[in-house]
């Protein structure tokens, strides 16, 4: 199998570029695309296939809960993976279709794997 194809979508550039950062610095991922709104994420997807979209929660418009409900409805799609600076007890992701929620100060390679390998691997095989 190839690299695990990841979509990042956050309004703010410093935490797209910096979860660009662990992206590519996590063996066997690359990032595909990024986007800035929720809409912008439902595009790009259509257009880059991800395996793994790492979503902001708030986000202007179209919020990280909705894009995630839409980008995994009817249980094709990408894995979610919602990130906000939140405690992991402050966000609620059932209904959401997301498989997860990491705090973006939690964020990292290793957590970007060990969320990959109990989310994501059976979810492409």
């Not at 990042?8 to 063996?27: H, S």
Request: proline share 5%.
């Amino acid at each position: 199998m190839g690299d695990v194809r990841v979509l990042v979508v956050d309004d703010q550039e410093p935490f797209r570029r910096a979860m660009t950062t662990v992206v590519e610095e996590t063996d066997g991922f690359v990032v595909v695309g990024s986007a800035a709104s929720g809409e912008e994420s439902l595009l790009t997807a259509v257009e880059v296939q991800p395996d793994l979209v790492l979503m902001d929660v708030h986000l202007p418009g179209l919020d990280g809960l909705e894009a995630s409900r839409l980008l995994t409805r009817g249980g094709a799609g990408p894995v979610v993976v919602l990130l906000s600076t939140y405690d992991e007890d402050q966000v609620e992701v059932a209904g959401s279709g997301a498989a997860t929620y990491v705090p973006k100060a939690a964020f990292g390679p290793d957590r970007l794997a060990e969320v990959w390998k109990r989310h994501g691997e059976d979810a492409v095989a």
